[in-house]
Each structure stands twice: as C-alpha cells, then as structure tokens.
C-alpha cells in the first residue's frame, strides 16, 4: 500500500534550535517525494523535491531508500519557519497524484 | 508567477443542494486535480483529470461527485447532493506532469454543508 506517515502532530523548538521533520513512505517502486509548507491562510507551496537536492531557506531533505525516510532539517530554526508541513509522495504512474502525509504544525518559540 | 484559482473561497450550502467549486488551473499545465482535507485530517486526493478525461479517481470519488473542464481554461468540481459530511476545504492542483516537477496548488475553497 502507498502510505505516508508524519508520526509528529505538533513540534515545538526554541528559535536557533536544530529541526526535524519526520517523513517515511511505504511504496514499492521509485516513488518522488516532496514537502509542501502551508503558512497561516496561504495555500500548499512546494519546499522541497528529492530529485533536486537543493536547500530552500535553510531546509534540506534527503531520501533513504533502505530507511524509507525523507525528513525534513534545518540547523538552525527561524520564527517565521513556524507553518504547517506536509510530507507528499508522487507515484508517477500515470497521473502523478499525491499522496499526503498527516501534515507536522511547527512551533518555533522566541 | 502564475497561480492556481479558486473560488468561492467559501460556500456554505444546505444539505442535499448542489455545489460548484471553480478552479482556474495554470495554462500550460496538462494534469489537473482535486483533493480536499477534512478539518484535522490529511489531505486526500479526488481525482486527476488529463486529456479532457478522469485517469484517477479515488474511494472518495463517487457518482456525487464529477468533474468538468468545459472551456479550456474553468476546471470545475460538482456536487449533486451534498451531505453533511463534504464539509471540507477542496483544493485544486495543476501540474505539467512530468518527472521532476511539482503540482501547484489553489488557496482553496472551504465548504460548509448545514
């Protein structure tokens, strides 16, 4: 079964502090990984594609194909980082739908 | 930069009513889609729409629901009969479909079925 799961619900850091999201997938194939964030009443926006490797506002991600993780990390956290972020997996079988993780609400505390 | 539309950005409707969510979909994108999120849950997919024609839909997708692109450029998702339980905020998606790139999304449209 295609499955995402963000185990995270809520996490708090202090700003400065090291982060990281958890992300694991389960999917038999090659699958492409994402992470959208979400700030308050603004739509889904794209952080991060695996296939890319790029680092945006400081957040990186790496796959691990043996670990089925794709978490999210930023060494040093930022109040305006505090949003809400969704792990995604893309089968690209055809349609390149979605497939969505729970979701992790970032605090970063002053 | 080109966005993906949505509107209304909210419909509150009586149960057993019709609605239409409209979405403008980025223009040179071939694969359009609607998810929704239920209040706390995930976000799920509905249905991917490519070629004038669905080529995914979900559990969720069923004969209330339909989907339209009627004019090359409105992608539009249907209720016939809503029930108490759509209340949830639906989000449409674009995206050009190959490797590598990613799905744009709409700002969304929250309904309310009373």
């Known amino acids: 079964a295609q499955r995402v799961t963000q185990p995270e619900k809520l996490l708090s850091v202090f700003k400065g502090a090291p982060v990281e999201l958890k992300c694991n997938y389960s999917?038999?194939?090659?699958?492409?990984l994402f992470w959208y964030v979400q700030y308050s009443r603004q739509r889904l926006q794209l952080l991060l594609r695996h296939i890319s490797r790029e680092s945006i506002k400081g957040f990186t991600a790496d796959l691990n194909k043996g670990e089925t993780s794709f978490h999210l990390k930023k060494p040093f956290a930022q109040e305006e980082d505090s949003a809400m972020y969704y792990c995604a997996l893309s089968t690209h079988l055809g349609t390149y739908k979605y497939i969505f993780g729970t979701g992790t609400r970032l605090k970063v505390l002053a | 930069e080109p966005e993906v539309t949505q509107t209304p950005s909210h419909q509150v409707t009586q149960m057993g009513q019709e609605v239409i969510l409209r979405c403008v979909p980025i223009?040179?994108?071939?694969?359009f889609y609607w998810y929704r999120q239920i209040l706390g849950q995930k976000v799920e997919f509905l249905v991917s729409?490519?070629?004038?024609?669905?080529?995914?839909k979900s559990e969720i997708f069923d004969d209330q629901f339909s989907v339209e692109r009627p004019d090359g450029s409105n992608f539009t998702l249907k209720i016939r009969s809503t029930k108490l339980e759509d209340s949830a905020m639906y989000f449409c998606?674009?995206?050009?479909?190959?490797?590598?790139?990613?799905?744009?999304f709409g700002q969304g449209t929250r309904l309310t079925v009373v």
């Open positions: 999917y038999s194939g090659s699958p492409e």
């Open positions: 998606a674009s995206s050009g479909g190959r490797r590598g790139t990613e799905a744009f």
């Open positions: 223009s040179n994108h071939l694969y």
């Open positions: 729409f490519y070629n004038n024609e669905i080529s995914e």
